[in-house]
Structures are given as C-alpha cells and as structure tokens.
C-alpha cells in the first residue's frame, strides 16, 4: 500500500530540481517529474517541444518556432522572424521510448565559451514515466557557474512541469 501511495505522490508533484554540483568553471542540474503516460509516449512528447518549452525561453519569444529533431544529428533549433535560426543543442544520441543526449549550450549560455549535455531518460514506473533531465555545462562562465547554476536549474525546472502539463492535456 506505501509504494502505491508514492507512485501516486511521483505522478501528481511538479518537477523536483536539484543543483548537484557547481563551481565556477562548470555546473550539474537535475530535473525529475513523474507523468502519467508510457515512456514512449513522454519520449515523443518531449520532441514536440514547440509544443510545451516556454516562449520566455526563445530567442524568437514564439515557442512554435522550436523544432527537436529526435535522431542523430538531429537539431534542436528555432527559426527567427527575419530568416535566421539558432541551433540550441543537436541530438548524439537516441534510444526511443528511453534516452536522449542532447550537446549544446542553453539560452545566454551559447554566447559564452561553455558547451553542455542535456540528458533525458524516460524510466517506467507503474502507471506512467519519470523523466529525469540531467544537464551538465562547463568552459568559461563570466562571474562563475556557480552563480549561473540556480537559474539554469529554475528554467529547466520550469520545462519539465510544462512538459508534464502538456502530457496531460494532449493526447
């Protein structure tokens, strides 16, 4: 009956984060939240990302303008109103339904010398899927990872519960 209760209590919460390491050269997050469908679904979900990301968190401020490739060498990018684009990560690697890595700097990140990892395992868990998000930046970071860290987290905190939110109402 408790592990019922906390399979419950993983679906229904919003994203846990957690800063896991930082200094001022380089920074790990960690993003989790528990959805209610199978992990193939929430792998295909999350490459509908124009779909759910926050358009506070485009260069374009349209969300629709994001695309996710989800194969190698696939793009993680959005197009500019004036013709132009942004290729915030590429794809390296896919395991459908389970896993996808992700390099690339996030957001302000790219016009600093950093690079990161973003990875995303979809776990099955009794009736649904925890997804955790993993990503970890390094390189030079003007005033220190550190400092830049909490934010990161905040924002790709803030991805996943409109990910969850998403699952949710699509279908």
């Not at 190698?72 to 004036?82: A, D, I, T, V």
């Not at 339904?97 to 950093?114: A, H, N, Y």
């Not at 990892?117 to 220190?144: C, H, S, W």
Request: charged share 15%.
């Amino acid at each position: 009956m408790k592990a019922l209760a906390l399979i419950a209590l993983a679906l229904s919460s919003p994203a846990t984060a957690e800063v896991v390491s930082a200094s001022p050269n380089g920074f790990e997050v960690r993003e989790s939240v528990g959805v209610e469908q199978p992990s193939e679904r929430a792998f295909t979900a999350f490459g509908s990302i124009g779909s759910w990301w926050s358009a506070e968190h485009s260069y374009s401020g349209n969300a629709s303008n994001l695309s996710l490739d989800l194969q190698p060498g696939g793009c993680f990018c959005e197009r500019l109103p004036n013709g132009g684009g942004v290729q915030h990560m590429h794809v390296t690697y896919v395991d459908p339904g389970k896993r996808i890595v992700l390099t690339g700097s996030l957001g302000p990140l790219l016009f600093l010398s950093t690079t990161g990892v973003m990875d995303v395992k979809f776990e099955p868990l009794a009736g649904g899927t925890q997804i955790t998000l993993d990503y970890r930046a390094a390189g030079f970071f003007n005033g220190g990872a550190d400092r830049v860290a909490p934010a990161v987290d905040s924002v790709l905190g803030e991805q996943l519960t409109r990910l969850k939110a998403y699952l949710a109402t699509s279908r």
